[in-house]
């Protein structure tokens, strides 16, 4: 075993973290300490956090996923470290329901009301921000 001076570890330049627990623990509040936070509030919790807390933090509150793509463009042209997402499974509701519901796709021509395999491709697609339009 090799020992080493602390001192000569260099970070890693992007760390990506899960933080998983029960509503109320203070999920939010943790991840807006970290670096220059910018925060996508998919289900409004924020205004659960101290105002304390988040006295540098960038706050993006989205209420539906019309208008994401634009929204983290801006996003990325501001002085921000770190990208929290508040909460991933309310982020892919979201895109559900547009996809299910939205012109671009051919699903509320046909009547669907859940996601069919092929849906839930689409539905991926535009998570990793490779959705089709019309």
Same mark, same amino acid.
């Given at each position: 075993?090799?020992?080493?001076?602390?001192?000569?570890?260099?970070?890693?330049?992007?760390?990506?973290?899960?933080?998983?627990?029960?509503?109320?623990?203070?999920? @939010?509040?943790? $991840? %807006?300490? #970290?670096?220059?936070? /910018?925060?996508?509030?998919?289900?409004?919790? !924020? +205004?659960?956090?101290?105002?304390?807390? @988040?006295?540098? $933090? %960038?706050? #993006?509150?989205?209420? /539906?996923?019309?208008?994401?793509?634009?929204? !983290? +463009?801006?996003?990325?042209?501001?002085?921000?470290?770190?990208?929290?997402?508040?909460?991933?499974?309310?982020?892919?509701?979201?895109?559900?329901?547009?996809?299910?519901?939205?012109?671009?796709?051919?699903?509320?021509?046909?009547?669907?009301?859940?996601?069919?395999?092929?849906?839930?491709?689409?539905?991926?697609?535009?998570?990793?921000?490779?959705?089709?339009?019309?």
């Amino acid at each position: 075993m090799n020992f080493v001076q602390s001192t000569s570890i260099k970070p890693k330049a992007n760390f990506m973290a899960l933080i998983y627990g029960p509503t109320g623990i203070g999920k @939010t509040t943790l $991840a %807006l300490s #970290a670096p220059s936070p /910018a925060l996508l509030d998919f289900d409004n919790g !924020v +205004t659960r956090v101290d105002a304390a807390f @988040t006295p540098n $933090a %960038l706050v #993006a509150q989205i209420s /539906a996923w019309e208008g994401y793509n634009t929204m !983290v +463009t801006e996003l990325a042209k501001l002085p921000s470290e770190t990208l929290i997402i508040d909460t991933a499974s309310k982020m892919v509701e979201m895109i559900q329901f547009y996809v299910m519901n939205s012109d671009a796709y051919p699903y509320a021509k046909k009547g669907l009301k859940k996601p069919s395999v092929q849906a839930w491709g689409d539905i991926k697609q535009e998570f990793v921000g490779v959705g089709y339009r019309v």
